[in-house]
């Protein structure tokens, strides 16, 4: 088994379930149909409730990993939103990818209809198509992941995220260099401690990297948070926001965990 085996397995899956299905009629119509909708209602920006002062926290509703299996078998997506919510998260992000992770397309709506946050998709996304679809779901931002992306491809997708009205965080694994990231158009950018390719994870380069990030963009630290002194130590290096995951989806009080986490971190942030 080769170290980027498991990333590549993932990403061969959704390409396969992608080249299998056809485009569905009328998807790019649906598209602008749908991003015409979110400016009628109010866009939520994410970069903007990043920037809002206090510990910025994007809060992850995702019921299984491949490392990790099923996380919560009581899984709401919904639910657990508004619960995040509810203890001042700043935004939900929902992992929608379904054979390796167990998620579903159809959370996006559920927790746009529960919280009044921006919602980010996490899934794995090569493909203009994909981002049309994301539109349609009605999320207001979308993560790519540039190891899976070539210059052109990347640029091409990012294009295409701005014409939908869809924020965009990019992100680099903590073992990589971060140059192509900081060279794109991207405004966030985010540093994954959990590799996907062999799942091990990285604090201490997720610490170092951050120094190699402009610091006009936002910065986030993503996955391998278990609590408030590893948030802690990502705010004291200059990261801007934090994802947090299997940490939140594995609590008893999903509220209350997301106080534990942004109150320890506003305290010290201004210490």
Same mark, same amino acid.
């Given at each position: ?119 980010? #998709? ?8 994909? @981002? /049309? !679809? *994301? +539109? ?5 931002? $979308? %993560? &790519?992941?540039? #190891? ?8 091409? @997708? /990012? !294009? *295409? +995220? ?5 924020? $965009? %965080? &990019? ?13 794109? !158009? ?9 590799? &996907? ?75």
């Amino acid at each position: 088994m080769t170290a980027d085996s498991v990333l590549d397995r993932i990403v061969a899956d959704v390409r396969r379930r992608l080249e299998a299905s056809t485009e569905a009629p009328g998807l790019e119509e649906a598209a602008l149909k749908a991003v015409e909708e979110r400016r009628a209602t109010g866009l939520r920006s994410l970069s903007d409730a990043l920037s809002r002062p206090g510990v910025a926290l994007i809060a992850e509703c995702k019921k299984a990993s491949p490392s990790a299996g099923v996380i919560r078998e009581d899984f709401d997506a919904a639910a657990l939103a508004a619960a995040y919510a509810a203890g001042g998260a700043s935004a939900i992000s929902v992992v929608t990818e379904p054979a390796f992770f167990k998620g579903r397309v159809h959370w996006i709506d559920e927790v746009r209809q529960a919280v009044a946050l921006p919602v980010l #998709r996490k899934d794995f996304i090569f493909d203009r198509r994909q @981002l /049309l !679809e *994301t +539109a349609v779901l009605g999320a207001d931002a $979308v %993560l &790519l992941i540039a #190891r899976i992306l070539d210059e052109e491809t990347l640029a091409d @997708l /990012l !294009e *295409t +995220a701005s014409g939908l009205d869809l924020e $965009v %965080l &990019l992100e680099v694994f903590a073992d990589e260099d971060p140059a192509a990231v900081v060279k794109s !158009e991207a405004q966030i950018l985010g540093v994954n401690a959990r590799d &996907l390719a062999t799942f091990e994870v990285r604090l201490d380069r997720v610490e170092a990297l951050v120094a190699e990030l402009p610091e006009e963009r936002l910065r986030i630290a993503e996955s391998g948070i278990r609590g408030a002194e590893d948030l802690q130590r990502l705010l004291g290096v200059g990261y801007d926001g934090f994802l947090v995951g299997e940490h939140l989806v594995r609590a008893t009080d999903p509220q209350q965990a997301v106080r534990d986490l942004i109150g320890i971190g506003s305290l010290d942030a201004h210490q």
